[in-house]
């Protein structure tokens, strides 16, 4: 409808052109006038409160956004497809909620003051403050509910860490489960775009000239290029394979020779390689602490009656495929039974024909 509608629009503003231009010049200059006039009147209006727009005279209230803006917001969460996304945000946050009440885990008015009293701040003023809220359409009290949600997480995460303590021998194991997860290594490299220019880059590093001074002079990376080909330090799985690959099988000090990728040739220089289980003891706490608070929500989940629209159909699922397993396991039974009776019926024959042999 809108290709249609947009044509004719075009159409109507090049006719009014043609028709002003055929007019003579002294009515083109008192409509100048008369339209200057105008717009000066028009650039008077200003827009109240309760105003988004003016068009001709004509009021685009507030309200009317607002209608507009939730429509487009329903639209994008169905396009989207985010209903089933925040209904489990949703069930997760109940299943807090109650868990917070059950472990009696107080969370003061005062807090949720504060935390608004710093959100006005970081917004810039109360007037700044005001109007976000009411250009995405939320309530105040829509608002304060949100800062207390993130109250709530962030004490229930409290409550729950103070209480499940990570200890050195659950470190110590997973340091050791996990050990190349840990090892990272630390690496310059000069990027060019041809092998021979490799080899020439080579050659020089061989010779005994300085690695980041060819860096800057040949790198066509040029964010490492002028700190000397530095790239930092990475873990495996962060960079390209082949990059990686050479990497992490080189010693601290040695140069590589070339090494294509999909970017061109690298010759890698091992600064550093660290895995010491000193150096990853925080990482791997905090990873420790996720997991457990991970299987903690899953087991709040796995503990209340939750009914969802994706339990049903997987509540169904599980029922199709239990009656598919009965089927088999009858028609296994079927099948073993005739087999049987086949197996029988040949012994039968045997045996007949062994005495008809002896007689």
């Known amino acids: 409808m809108k290709n249609k509608i947009i044509p004719v629009m075009l159409m109507a503003s090049l006719l009014f052109a043609g028709c002003n231009q055929n007019k003579d010049a002294g009515e083109g200059a008192n409509n100048k006038t008369e339209q200057t006039e105008e717009v000066k009147?028009?650039?008077t209006e200003k827009l109240d409160d309760k105003t988004v727009a003016i068009v001709d005279g004509e009021k685009i209230s507030k309200d009317d956004y607002k209608d507009e803006l939730s429509f487009y917001a329903s639209m994008l969460a169905s396009q989207q497809q985010l209903k089933n996304s925040i209904v489990t945000m949703m069930v997760q946050d109940k299943l807090?909620?109650?868990?917070?009440?059950?472990?009696?885990i107080k969370i003061d008015d005062k807090e949720v003051d504060d935390a608004l009293m710093q959100s006005v701040q970081n917004f810039g003023g109360q007037e700044q403050f005001d109007k976000t809220l009411d250009d995405y359409n939320m309530s105040l009290d829509k608002f304060k509910e949100t800062l207390?949600?993130?109250?709530?997480y962030k004490k229930h995460r409290e409550w729950f860490d103070s209480n499940n303590e990570v200890t050195e021998d659950e470190i110590k194991k997973y340091f050791e489960d996990n050990k190349d997860e840990f090892v990272k290594v630390d690496a310059s490299h000069i990027l060019v775009q041809d092998e021979e220019t490799a080899k020439e880059v080579k050659e020089k590093i061989d010779n005994g000239e300085d690695f980041a001074k060819l860096a800057e002079e040949y790198s066509t990376d040029t964010a490492s290029a002028k700190n000397g080909g530095a790239v930092g330090a990475f873990s495996k799985g962060q960079m390209v394979k082949e990059f990686e690959d050479a990497a992490f099988s080189m010693k601290e000090g040695e140069v590589s020779d070339p090494v294509k990728s999909q970017?061109?040739?690298?010759?890698?220089k091992v600064n550093k390689i660290t895995d010491s289980f000193e150096d990853s003891k925080e990482e791997i706490t905090k990873k420790?602490?996720?997991q457990k608070y991970a299987d903690y929500i899953k087991k709040l989940h796995d503990d209340a009656n939750v009914v969802t629209e994706n339990a049903s159909e997987k509540d169904a699922s599980d029922d199709v495929k239990g009656s598919e397993t009965e089927v088999k396991t009858e028609k296994e039974e079927?099948?073993?039974?005739?087999?049987?009776?086949?197996?029988?019926?040949k012994d039968e024959a045997n045996n007949k024909e062994s005495e008809d042999e002896n007689k």
């Open 41 to 43: 009147d028009k650039k």
């Open 96 to 104: 807090i909620a109650n868990d917070i009440k059950k472990n009696d």
């Open 148 to 152: 207390k949600k993130d109250l709530m």
């Open 263 to 268: 970017f061109g040739y690298h010759i890698i």
């Open 288 to 290: 420790i602490k996720d």
């Open 334 to 345: 079927d099948t073993t039974d005739k087999e049987e009776k086949v197996e029988d019926s």
